[in-house]
């Protein structure tokens, strides 16, 4: 766990959440709440928590049916219903305002849906998106579910046998390697752990599935009206959500959106930790020096 944080359960509803925080929270100077994408856990931004001002409170949870968090009587794991979810934990945890929420891959998605929900009681700054899952079917559903994990909807047997070929082969290292980032020894082990828990597999599969891009696409320039900034990361060599494809949809739904080259891959949370690092704070305080969210 990084420095600084402690972890946290919650119940809320028919979800148990788990996830770090810090001890300061609601009270801290400022308020960052970090989503993971899919197939991830709050251990994917580790290396960007241990690289921030401390200063900083955060939020780091699990996703519905990610890592340690629990949903109990359903399975519902698209985007917005992972946003109502996780608008009851910001409520349960008294954050009636967040400076910023910056979501990795399919957590980009997460967080943008929460910032479009109406009448939340809910204050955003501003959303950023980090390789931001954005690119509709078919191209997300070839690069990003592919020949390892597309046979597994819908089957049970499947979810656990991909659990066991995680911890006993190499398939997670050939998935990793498959999003063209560089990374670590530690968090490659973490995702194995992850990816042997048959819960983590079938949230991750549930969450695939529900998943309605096309709707999400189709209201992000509501967001265009709203006080809540919105600004992106992407990644030039990143083989899971090409650069080619997503540009053009940011310039069409969000066209007043910031958007900042890097390189790394699809992964630069883990691959190029210090840049998204000072991204994130950097955001934080534009938002804070424009009073949204305070």
């Known amino acids: 766990m990084p420095q600084g944080l402690i972890a946290f359960e919650r119940r809320c509803g028919e979800t148990v959440w788990s996830g770090w925080r810090s001890a300061e929270l609601p009270d801290a100077r400022a ?22 001002d401390p200063s900083i409170g955060v939020l780091v949870p699990d996703l519905s049916g990610h890592g340690a968090t629990r949903c109990f009587g359903h399975t519902r794991h ?13 409520r349960a945890e008294g954050l009636a305002r967040i400076d910023l929420i ?35 079917p078919p191209a997300l559903y070839t690069l990003m579910l592919g020949p390892l994990l597309a046979p597994l909807v819908g089957s049970e ?10 911890r006993s082969t190499g398939l ?3 998935l990793l390697e498959s999003t063209g980032s560089q990374i670590d020894p ?26 309605d891009l ?19 990361i992407v990644a030039d060599d990143d083989p ?38 000072a991204a994130i704070e950097s955001r934080i305080s534009r938002a804070r020096a424009k009073g949204i969210g305070r």
């Open 214 to 232: 096309p709707s999400l696409l189709d209201r992000l320039p509501r967001l265009t009206a709203r006080p809540t900034e919105t600004s992106f």
């Open 78 to 90: 698209g985007l917005d219903d992972i946003a109502s979810e996780l608008l009851d934990l910001l």
């Open 157 to 166: 047997l499947s979810v656990n046998a991909t659990a066991a070929l995680a």
């Open 102 to 136: 910056a979501g990795h891959s399919a957590g980009a998605a997460v967080g943008l849906a929460l910032a479009l929900r109406e009448h939340s009681g809910l204050t955003i700054g501003a959303v950023l998106g980090i390789t931001p899952s954005l690119v509709p």
């Open 240 to 277: 899971w959500i090409p650069a080619t494809s997503l540009l053009p949809i940011l310039a069409q739904r969000l066209p007043g959106a910031a958007v900042e080259r890097m390189h790394g891959g699809h992964m630069l949370p883990e691959s190029a930790p210090q840049r998204v690092a």
């Open 172 to 174: 997670i290292d050939r």
């Open 186 to 211: 530690d968090q490659r082990e973490a995702y194995r752990l992850l990816f042997g828990d048959p819960n983590h597999v079938r949230g991750a599969i549930h969450f695939m599935a529900a998943t």
């Open 31 to 52: 308020i960052l709440v970090l989503l993971h994408g899919t197939g991830g856990a709050r251990h994917s931004w580790a290396p960007v928590l241990n690289r921030l």
